[in-house]
């Protein structure tokens, strides 16, 4: 303290109690203002469990075990006593490494092990001495190689045989009785960890698949029914829809009995499986398929597919056909079901080699999960964008072995978002005579694919005043059933190559509180696939609106504005073009009238179907003739002619005239019956 200009001692002040402070010179201090410290100590607890406080230190209190005394030791062993062992009454409760020869030789046997850092100044291990137990392969090899041409080695090898006949002793019976069953392929459960090596892989099987881990973690536990298990956590390469990354996996092994061959083990160290070899490569390729489809790709699928049920489990579906791989879609239509991953470290993968050692300590490739309570939502809440795929680092080897065997995508079938199995996905073999084989006119063919082609690659070309809207091609189809308007629209998405979404009234619902938010993502999908949309039977929500229907007014309203800001291409189908409100047919870039078939046209149908179908028939020009001449649209000729094929085969005969008349005879009532058919079916039956 300072008086008149005149710095005074400070002394240790009591506690301040609320009473005036202690006097310096004679005179008050104020409270707070005596620059020292004032030591308590806890003494006995109250009834609440609170301290009472004291300004002595209790009479029990000692001077600290470990001090400088105890610094100059290369090894600090602390033991602890055992009561329910009868052949110990001592045991090791830890170690500390403090000599710096011995570092530098764990510094190399410890490499890259999960939670280690060697290179502290004081290197304290304990619990199971995982570590060591894991690498004692590895330290008995490099206590070997120490030679005695140095002082530095004679003393390094001095204090590495110290710490060996410590631990030998310690652990002889657990590392003898380890050693003995790895040799002979089998372990008991007790000792279930000793083969479980943090940072080695982990071979499993996950939905049928198989699957391979890095190993972070294995520690016994209880499962969900009070088991006892070994917990594994494992870290995999996933792609969240922007960049790859990892994601952990709990993997539990049930308690068993007795000793259990390893390679029967529903979870494996890799090293120990019958085929490791042809197993990585296996892997490996899987992931490389895997690191291919990144992105969004419109590919054929023929397996299971799957999704997470609302009430837990799995819902499954048998899909076949195509489909839209596309993650970052997943991520944006099911956020609920979100992929989020930890990124990879940025060092080279090229490096990283399975069984090789990461450069720098503790450095496996793999980025810590710093946030693994939230599973890797990001903190803004917003997904990534896309990366450009040829910006990314490639996969190294172990990556790959480790990648996961799903994939994310649409099925335009069932139209669901599913969770595949990348070998399930194959490529698309297109059907490249489909829009030959369309009955329409040839100026008319042009016309369309022309517009279609054009605007898929010029759509940015053009905007409105407003920008992002009226960038789309809308092109309406009308004309009566079964003439080839459905059709047009997908020869010329086969002939494009890109996907074709049907969208029908069910798709969307009528209610108008959802129309417009499903109706949004489904244009949404459909542009960022360059897909071509088809509306089948569109007057359903096109149809005019009217002073008394308030809910079809909003449904008219709602596709109105949503369709203004549609950036890809559409095609609409109608039967009824007299019902459309008069504002669709502003929006409407093409018109197209589909007259009932002619007799040509007919008969082109009936030879294009005989040809599609590969299948051997006796129906000659003559006949085929007369069957154009029967007024059919295309669908029905399609379903006479199966139904021929059907017969044929039963009776274990080439496709005849005979099967297609007497099909027609069974099915009369279905088709037109006006005097001109009835006069052409009975030239024929004649």
């Not at 002040?13 to 707070?32: D, F, I, L, W």
């Not at 061959?261 to 120990?272: H, R």
């Not at 017969?647 to 005239?657: S, T």
Request: with cysteine; proline share 4%; charged share 25%.
């Amino acid at each position: 303290m300072s008086k008149n200009g005149v710095v005074t001692p400070a002394t240790e002040a009591e506690v301040p109690t609320g009473e005036p402070g202690p006097k310096t010179n004679g005179e008050h201090m104020e409270a707070g203002m005596d620059c020292n410290i004032k030591k308590l100590y806890s003494g006995k607890e109250d009834k609440r469990g609170r301290f009472q406080w004291q300004t002595t230190p209790p009479e029990d209190v000692k001077d600290p075990v470990e001090n400088s005394e105890t610094a100059k030791y290369a090894l600090l062993v602390r033991n602890t006593k055992v009561y329910n062992n009868p052949r110990k009454t001592m045991a090791i409760h830890s170690i500390v490494v403090q000599s710096p020869f011995l570092k530098k030789l764990l510094q190399n046997v410890l490499r890259d092990y999960p939670g280690i850092t060697v290179n502290l100044r004081r290197l304290e291990l304990a619990g199971k001495f995982e570590p060591l137990i894991h690498r004692w392969g590895r330290l008995k090899e490099a206590i070997s190689k120490l030679g005695d041409e140095t002082e530095e080695e004679i003393e390094t090898k001095r204090h590495a045989d110290l710490l060996f006949d410590v631990l030998a002793t310690e652990f002889k019976d657990l590392i003898d009785s380890s050693q003995d069953m790895m040799s002979k392929g089998v372990m008991t459960f007790e000792y279930l960890w000793t083969i479980f090596q943090p940072g080695a892989l982990v071979y499993t099987r996950q939905d049928g698949q198989d699957t391979a881990l890095k190993l972070v973690s294995a520690k016994y536990g209880m499962d969900s029914n009070g088991v006892p298990v070994l917990w594994l956590s494992g870290k995999y390469v996933d792609w969240d829809g922007s960049r790859f990354g990892t994601n952990k996996i709990n993997i539990k092994i049930g308690q068993y009995a007795g000793t259990r061959k390893i390679a029967a083990l529903n979870a494996l160290p890799l090293e120990y499986h019958p085929d490791r070899e042809a197993l990585r490569e296996r892997l490996d390729a899987r992931g490389k398929r895997v690191e291919e489809l990144a992105g969004s790709y419109y590919r054929q699928y023929h397996g299971v597919g799957w999704k997470l049920s609302p009430f837990g489990g799995k819902d499954k579906y048998n899909i076949k056909g195509r489909v839209v791989i596309d993650t970052y879609g997943w991520n944006r239509f099911n956020p609920n079901n979100a992929i989020f991953v930890s990124a990879l470290t940025a060092k080279d993968p090229q490096a990283m080699q399975i069984g090789e050692n990461a450069e720098s300590l503790g450095d496996d490739g793999y980025e810590d999960d710093m946030d693994a309570d939230d599973g890797g939502m990001p903190i803004d809440g917003h997904f990534l964008d896309e990366d450009d795929a040829s910006k990314r680092m490639p996969l190294s080897v172990e990556q790959r072995v480790i990648c996961t065997p799903l994939i994310r995508g649409y099925s335009l079938k069932t139209k669901l978002w599913l969770n595949f199995f990348v070998n399930s996905v194959s490529d698309i073999t297109w059907n490249k005579g489909a829009f030959d084989r369309l009955v329409l006119p040839a100026q008319q063919k042009e016309l369309i694919l022309g517009f279609t082609e054009s605007q898929k690659s010029y759509k940015d070309g053009f905007d409105d005043i407003i920008e992002g809207k009226g960038r789309g091609m809308i092109l309406l189809l009308c004309g009566p059933p079964g003439v080839g308007k459905t059709l047009t629209a997908e020869s010329v998405a086969e002939e494009m190559q890109v996907p074709l979404y049907m969208m029908s009234a069910g798709d969307l619902g009528l209610d108008p509180r959802t129309v417009e938010t499903s109706l949004k993502d489904i244009l949404e999908m459909c542009t960022k696939w360059n897909a071509i949309l088809l509306l089948d039977e569109a007057d359903v929500f096109l149809e005019q609106r009217s002073l008394h229907e308030l809910e079809r007014n909003k449904l008219v309203s709602i596709f109105l504005r949503v369709l203004e800001y549609y950036e890809g291409i559409m095609f609409l189908t109608t039967n009824r073009v007299n019902t459309f409100d008069a504002a669709f047919q502003s929006r409407i870039h093409i018109s197209l009238d589909y007259p009932e078939l002619s007799i040509e046209s007919r008969r082109t149908v009936w030879s294009n179907f005989l040809t599609a179908s590969n299948v051997e028939h006796t129906i000659s020009t003559g006949q085929l003739n007369e069957l154009a001449r029967m007024s059919m649209n295309g669908r029905q000729i399609k379903n006479v002619l199966k139904t021929a094929q059907l017969l044929a085969r039963r009776k274990n005969a080439k496709l005849g005239h005979e099967h297609i008349t007497a099909v027609l005879d069974c099915t009369q009532h279905l088709h037109n019956s006006t005097r001109e058919t009835e006069r052409t079916r009975s030239a024929i039956f004649c």
